[in-house]
């Protein structure tokens, strides 16, 4: 049940906008929103001065990549007129796919660059509402090894002790995925300096949801989901200049699901975890 499988998931779920509301709240850094593709005007509502920068295209309700685009700078547009007229042209054909985009509020995010020593990654964060209240971190995973600009196309995923900040081993449980590509084995038992620090803010924000779940208007339609709220993954990735910049939380589905069912001694480990017998709500 904590896994979500079965179950008619609420939109809010996979709000972009509900997401970086909450890591804002929790003082986490999010990529800077230029504007919003206005599907009424077929045009962008620009936020922010177009800098030289790459953008990314996000539909403002979507998972796993879906519909997301990016915008070269200087090979795409060097203009907020060549942009919107790109904008318009990846909506047009993502909307042949899945209808909804042609009516969706799209991001236009700046791009931000990865540190270059992992390239292309995204840490996954898993973070449990324990049931004695607590809020702790149970897993942080790290995809790398991704040939492209997303590391929806990661091809290795390590696990990271989240004390010792350690790769400890790579993930067994993503059967997609190649053995030892590059990077492979040359990164176990590297430290990843900064990954205890995005374990706090991850677990800072999983508490800013659980507070936004019972005091936020918009949010009170996530109420008969509640169970959803004890597990949380969250997207994160370390910049150029040393940074964390963090994307958006993901339901239980997404990420719990990979490997709850890994082992007996896993599923057991986490009921114990979140304790079900406790009303955590």
């Known amino acids: 049940a904590i896994a979500g499988l079965g179950v008619d998931v609420e939109w809010l779920w996979f709000s972009k906008d509900v997401w970086r509301g909450v890591l804002e709240g929790a003082g986490c850094t999010v990529?800077?929103?230029?504007?919003?593709?206005?599907?009424?005007?077929?045009?962008?509502?620009?936020?922010?001065?177009?800098?030289?920068?790459?953008?990314?295209?996000?539909?403002?309700?979507?998972?796993?990549?879906?519909g997301d685009f990016k915008l070269q700078h200087g090979v795409d547009f060097n203009s907020k007129e060549e942009a919107e007229e790109k904008v318009n042209e990846h909506i047009t054909k993502a909307a042949v796919e899945t209808a909804r985009f042609a009516k969706d509020r799209y991001l236009l995010l700046e791009r931000m660059q990865p540190d270059p020593t992992l390239g292309v990654h995204c840490f996954e964060i898993l973070t449990m509402h324990k049931g004695d209240g607590r809020v702790i971190t149970?897993?942080?995973?790290?995809?790398?090894?991704?040939?492209?600009?997303?590391?929806?196309?990661?091809?290795?995923?390590?696990?990271?002790?989240?004390?010792?900040?350690?790769?400890?081993?790579?993930?067994?449980?993503?059967?997609?995925?190649?053995?030892?590509?590059?990077?492979?084995?040359?990164?176990?038992?590297?430290?990843?300096?900064?990954?205890?620090?995005?374990?706090?803010?991850?677990?800072?924000?999983?508490?800013?949801?659980?507070?936004?779940s019972k005091t936020n208007p918009r949010l009170t339609a996530l109420k008969a989901q509640n169970e959803h709220f004890r597990v949380i993954g969250w997207d994160a990735m370390m910049t150029?200049?040393?940074?964390?910049?963090?994307?958006?939380?993901?339901?239980?589905?997404?990420?719990?699901?990979?490997?709850?069912?890994?082992?007996?001694?896993?599923?057991?480990?986490?009921?114990?975890?979140?304790?079900?017998?406790?009303?955590?709500?």
């Open 31 to 66: 990529p800077p929103c230029i504007g919003r593709w206005n599907p009424k005007k077929q045009a962008v509502d620009w936020a922010l001065p177009l800098r030289n920068t790459d953008l990314i295209g996000k539909a403002s309700a979507a998972a796993l990549g879906l």
């Open 138 to 212: 149970a897993r942080v995973s790290l995809f790398t090894g991704s040939h492209t600009w997303t590391s929806h196309d990661a091809m290795t995923i390590f696990l990271v002790d989240p004390l010792t900040e350690k790769i400890v081993g790579r993930d067994t449980w993503h059967k997609i995925r190649e053995g030892w590509p590059v990077p492979g084995q040359d990164m176990l038992g590297r430290k990843i300096s900064g990954v205890s620090a995005m374990c706090e803010q991850a677990e800072k924000a999983h508490g800013v949801m659980l507070v936004a």
């Open 240 to 281: 150029e200049d040393g940074k964390t910049v963090w994307f958006e939380g993901n339901v239980p589905t997404w990420r719990l699901s990979k490997f709850l069912c890994s082992s007996w001694s896993m599923m057991f480990q986490i009921r114990d975890m979140l304790s079900f017998t406790c009303d955590a709500a």
